[in-house]
T-cell receptor, first 116, second 114 residues
């Protein structure tokens, strides 16, 4: 149980375009999901907390207009990187908490974004 | 300030040898503690977690960790390392709430020599 699916696993896009990444909790409902960014050989940096039915809470220094988060249902959160630039290239990972039994935070498999 | 420190950036051990990865935390409230493992290009897999109770926690793949409140530590151990254990290991601390965010350590890269 407590499976989180993230899609796509990798994506290449041109500068100036937008990319959407999906994060789904497959076998549990997640009121709260989290989006992280990871640079090569570095730790995970929390970007934002995604709350079902309300606006996301962004960490300091994260541009909310560039990284749009939508949490329309209890099983789906999306991260859209708008007007992507090469410096947005990174590994993005989502996680969700199983509220019913609090099994801890389950992570998706990550999305490798490359902007060319 | 809340923080997690993994003092060892890189560790190399021989296959079959024992392993200990260190983790120290600074947290104002009662922490929830986690160890995750990440293979290259992959997401994070939970090895084990500590919420309360027995301070020695057993996890998957033969890993265990011991919570020592007096030392603010949550070190990860394995008695005999396998080549497949080579990966990046992250210690994390979270609030005693299922909607709290996690704070991660810098990670420790484990290399296993044949």
């Amino acid at each position: 149980g407590a499976v989180v699916s993230q899609h796509p696993s990798w994506v290449i896009c041109k500068s100036g375009t937008s990319v959407k990444i999906e994060c789904r909790s497959l076998d549990f409902q997640a009121t709260t999901m989290f989006w992280y960014r990871q640079f090569p050989k570095q730790s995970l940096m929390l970007m934002a907390t995604s709350n079902e039915g309300s606006k996301a809470t962004y960490e300091q220094g994260v541009e909310k207009d560039k990284f749009l988060i939508n949490h329309a249902s209890l099983t789906l959160s999306t991260l859209t990187v708008t007007s992507a630039h090469p410096e947005d290239s990174s590994f993005y990972i989502c996680s969700a908490s199983d509220m019913d039994s609090y099994k801890g935070y389950t992570f998706g498999s990550g999305t490798r974004l490359t902007v060319v | 300030a809340q923080s997690v420190t993994q003092p060892d950036i890189h560790i190399t051990v021989s296959e079959g040898a024992s392993l200990e990865l260190r983790c120290n935390y600074s947290y104002g409230a009662t922490p929830y503690l986690f160890w995750y493992v990440q293979s290259p290009g992959q997401g994070l897999q939970l090895l084990l977690k500590y919420f309360s109770g027995d301070t020695l926690v057993q996890g998957i793949k033969g890993f265990e960790a011991e919570f020592k409140r007096s030392q603010s530590s949550f070190n990860l151990r394995k008695p005999s390392v396998h080549w497949s254990d080579a990966a990046e290991y992250f210690c994390a601390v979270g609030a005693a709430s299922n909607t709290g965010k996690l704070i991660f350590g810098q990670g420790t890269t484990l290399q296993v020599k044949p």
